[in-house]
């Protein structure tokens, strides 16, 4: 092989591998906030919850509504008695949403009534312009 095909090659897996880093890093700010965002919900703090959700959210669910309906979900479960991310994973088109950076999340959780339960939650990705990540739900 020629040297410039070898460099060619290298280029495109190091240009590969920042790609599938700067995901990684998004997956991880996505995970963090996503963790802050249901310990919202844990403890009841549904106005909250709301608050800190994407404008899209929000624009779809008044804040009443979503207290209600999370409310008649959520405690019946009882409280958590344990909650891993099962999955994490990025992506630029969800169904029902406009274009833009995601990372669906699902979380296996404990529930003092119910042992075993699969949570999702899909934080917004975007990038501040000082080139930081912020995340949105």
């Known amino acids: ?21 700067a995901d990684t890093d998004k997956e991880k700010a996505a995970v963090t906030a996503a963790e802050k965002w249901v310990s919202l919900v844990d403890a009841g703090d549904y106005t909250a919850s709301w608050k800190e959700a994407a404008e899209y959210f929000r624009a779809a669910v008044s804040s009443e509504q979503w207290a209600q309906t999370i409310q008649a979900v959520r405690e019946p479960l009882g409280k958590v008695v344990s909650r891993k991310v099962k999955t994490r994973t990025y992506s630029t088109s969800l ?13 296996d959780t404990s529930f003092g009534n119910k042992k075993s339960a699969l949570e ?10 000082a080139g930081e990540c912020q995340v949105t739900l």
């Open 1 to 21: 092989m020629t040297r410039k095909f070898m460099v060619g090659i290298a280029m495109v897996v190091l240009i590969a591998g920042v790609a599938v880093a």
């Open 95 to 107: 169904p029902g949403a406009p274009d833009g950076e995601y990372v669906v999340i699902q979380f």
């Open 120 to 129: 999702t939650v899909t934080p917004c990705v975007t990038e501040t312009v």
